[in-house]
């Protein structure tokens, strides 16, 4: 199996490169590494440019909290309209442009399984506490992309499954000021729920939105 990871220089994307090794090549793609930039369509126009030949599977690890040196907002009070535009750029509409630009690297007449990092956060229904605007509102979005995504490549591609995955709270930097308030994992064990949990969906799940133990988050 051949796959890919976009966001491989993050914690969760590191480890997806280590775990997916198991099962045969990985090919990366990363901000550090490659330059890609996921706010700047042409950045990511040019990095998907440098692959060739099929994936069976991809990743789409790409994300922030808040801008850096920022940290998610607690009350309306602290809303920025330059960090929302920040975060639906990276969150939402960055990995909708890398999937637009991935689906030739889709083989059409095998399984293709494409899993997109979202949270749980980023439910509506599930939302009790408030909070974190920008942060909520950006995976929201995230996760209606790739449900309409989803819908689409049904057709194009009918064996593919596009899913967006909750990881849970990981142990990497990206988590590092709220871990005490959650349960945490080490990425590796991470990684290892991911590739599980999407190497267990079939074409009929394509669209949905699970967590780490393959439950379905509600939208």
Known sequence: MRTLIVGASGGIGAALV?????????????????????????SVERAVATLDGAFQRMFITVG?????????????GEVAQDALAQLFAVNASGPL????????????????????????????????I??????????????QFVRTAAIELSRS????????????????????????RHKTVPPEAAAENLARVLGELAPADTGSFRDQNGETVEW
């Open 18 to 42: 280590a775990r997916c090794g198991d099962d045969g090549e990985v090919v990366t793609l990363s901000r550090s590494a490659d330059g890609l930039d996921v706010t700047d369509e042409a």
């Open 64 to 76: 922030i909290l808040a801008p850096a040196g920022g940290e998610p907002e607690r009350r309306l």
């Open 97 to 128: 442009l890398v999937l637009k630009h991935l689906v030739p690297y889709l083989p059409k007449g095998e399984i293709a399984r494409i899993g997109v990092l979202s949270a749980r956060v980023g439910s509506i229904g599930d939302n009790g």
């Open 130 to 143: 408030g909070g974190w605007y920008a942060y909520r509102a950006s995976k929201a979005a995230l996760n």
């Open 157 to 180: 591609h009918p064996k593919s499954i596009l899913a967006a995955l909750h990881p849970g709270t990981v142990a990497t930097p990206f988590t590092a000021d709220y871990q005490g």
